[in-house]
């Protein structure tokens, strides 16, 4: 069974940094791409961006090239993300999933909260 | 970016009912390989969301046969045949032919 766990809920400081992971069980994350998309409260889906793991390449949505950095580390079979200089407007619950043309498989979602 | 538009749905949909969603591109998603990068989600409340089709009408592993997806080029249809309480959530559209990857904006269904 495909499994993607990811990491618990942040709280960040406007201005910092917080970095999640998804640490995926039952495939290989060299064998797919690993995409990572958010949901403001209320609000839709909207892509981020994904890496390949078995190279390190990065496509970016435009709007999150300066905001996320995504990593990979086919050892741990898990992926990162990292959120840059967090605005309230970060607040939001980031999805990580595993799909070469589709997202076939999703982990439960991080909440990252963005507060002073 | 491509943009995807979805329609609504004239909720609450009668249980047993069938209920068709609709989704437009702004580009085709046709790629030359023959197969249409267009795949459907269903995000039920309080959950991630989960996939239903891909290639347009391929419905995913496990996924009722009450689910049927269609369409041409552009414009796109997610039909569900006699509607559950199961069903209840936001239905999504996404295209996979080229990056970024983009959403539509998402259709609501709730049961009579």
């Known amino acids: 069974e495909v499994q993607l766990q990811q990491s618990g809920a942040e709280l960040g400081k406007p201005g910092t940094s917080v970095k999640l992971s998804c640490k995926v069980s039952?495939?290989?994350?060299?064998?797919?791409?690993m995409h990572w998309v958010n949901q403001r409260p209320g609000k839709g889906l909207e892509w981020i961006g994904r890496i390949d793991p078995a190279n390190g390449n990065t496509i970016y949505a435009e709007k999150f090239k300066s905001k996320a950095t995504l990593t990979a580390d086919t050892s741990s079979n898990t992926a990162y993300m990292q959120l840059s200089q967090l605005k309230s407007d970060d607040t939001a619950i980031y999805f990580c999933?595993?799909?070469?043309?589709?997202?076939?498989?999703w982990g439960q979602g991080t909440l990252v909260t963005v507060s002073s | 970016d491509i943009v995807m538009t979805q329609g609504a749905l004239p909720n609450p949909v009668p249980s047993g009912e069938s209920a068709s969603i609709t989704c437009q591109s702004s580009?085709?998603?046709?790629?030359?390989?023959?197969?249409?990068?267009l795949n459907w989600y269903l995000q039920r409340p309080g959950q991630s969301p989960q996939l239903l089709i891909y290639?347009?009408?391929t419905r995913a592993s496990g996924v009722s046969d009450r689910f049927s997806g269609s369409g041409s080029g552009t414009d796109f249809t997610l039909k569900i045949s006699s509607v559950e309480a199961e069903d209840v959530g936001v239905y999504y559209c996404?295209?996979?032919?080229?990056?970024?990857?983009?959403f539509g904006s998402g259709t609501k269904l709730e049961i009579k």
């Open positions: 290639w347009m009408s």
């Open positions: 999933a595993i799909g070469s043309w589709d997202l076939a498989y």
């Open positions: 580009k085709s998603l046709l790629h030359s390989n023959g197969k249409t990068y």
């Open positions: 996404q295209q996979f032919l080229e990056y970024p990857l983009t």
């Open positions: 039952g495939y290989n994350i060299r064998n797919t791409y």
